[in-house]
């Protein structure tokens, strides 16, 4: 059975010039001009769309154009296409979309090829339906029409390639201390991997001195690495890090403590090998006033 959001691929590849062309005055004049037409098919497919008019909807496919859903159902042609959507229209009322048309490329004068995502609302506020499509646009006697189209999951782009500098950090670290473990710092994904998340504590004699836990992330506006702390006794933080040469990070921190009071530290992480690396914390102040830097720790990666 034709999945949900196999009937709104063929949206993005007649909406791109709408939802998010390039400037037209940027491209070739022949780009421009049928990237103009192009949007202006957008319109009428959306408005087919909306009077949920099937019939109107395959007609933007070329007469033996096809189309490939999630699971890899196969469609060919006109007749097919338009009882799918037929099907899908009579089972599904006042449905919108939104498009995220990430790219169109002219291969020719007659052949485009567009990539992107859908995402399809319900009028009863359920949770919407996502998918990515990579669509074939061809030209035929003037005109433009979608000769393949395909869907495939849709994975939500994360940070994970800012963020895969650090991936050696994953998993658990930990130092010791007269025979006992004075730290313990554990590295995880966050879902997605969108954040590194690192929940620490520090102890002595195996009584818990502090715990948190961190969130390190990537700042697309300042193009840099941070990351987010909240301690367990309701301090808070934030930081900014800098890989200042292969295997050692600075981190530039701020904090309010508790009981409000205000510090500044310069954390420095070097990974020494693959199962080791040291912390030290320098330049810290309390409310401004200077206090002595802390002494080097080595950690090692417990298996």
């Known amino acids: 059975m034709i999945t949900r959001a196999l009937c709104f691929l063929a949206l993005p590849a007649l909406v791109c010039a709408v939802a998010a062309r390039p400037g037209l005055a940027a491209l070739p004049k022949d780009e421009a001009k049928d990237m103009d037409a192009i949007a202006k098919k957008a319109e009428a497919f959306i408005e087919a769309f909306h009077k949920g008019d099937a019939k109107a909807v395959a007609a933007f496919w070329t007469a033996d154009g096809d189309y490939t859903d999630q699971t890899g159902k196969h469609l060919k042609g006109r007749a097919a296409i338009e009882k799918a959507f037929a099907d899908y229209f009579a089972e599904n009322k006042g449905l919108k979309l939104r498009i995220n048309s ?17 995402e399809v609302l319900s009028d009863n506020g359920g949770a919407p339906t996502r998918a990515r499509y990579t669509i074939v646009h061809v030209k035929k006697d003037g005109e433009w029409h979608l000769s393949s189209v395909k869907d495939s999951i849709f994975i939500p782009a994360t940070n994970y390639q800012h963020l895969r500098p650090m991936e050696w950090l994953i998993g658990d670290w930990s130092t010791e201390m ?33 715990s948190g836990t961190q969130y390190i992330g990537w700042d697309p506006t300042a193009k840099s690495f941070r990351s987010w702390t ?8 934030e930081g900014s890090w800098t890989n200042e040469a292969k295997g050692k990070w600075v981190i530039k921190t701020t904090a309010v403590l508790q009981d409000g009071r205000k510090m500044t530290q310069t954390n420095i992480i070097t990974r020494v090998d693959a199962d080791t690396l040291t912390w030290q914390g320098k330049d810290r102040t309390m409310d401004g006033k200077p206090m002595p830097d802390m002494k080097e720790v080595k950690m090692k990666r417990l298996k």
């Open 102 to 118: 990430d790219s169109l490329r002219f291969v020719t004068p007659d052949v485009a090829i567009e990539q992107g995502s859908t």
């Open 230 to 237: 909240f301690d367990s006794m309701g301090g808070f933080g």
């Open 178 to 210: 007269d025979g006992h473990e004075a730290g313990h710092m554990s590295f995880a994904w966050s879902e997605n991997q969108g954040f590194i998340v690192n929940t620490y504590a520090a102890t002595a004699k195996n009584v818990i001195l502090n």
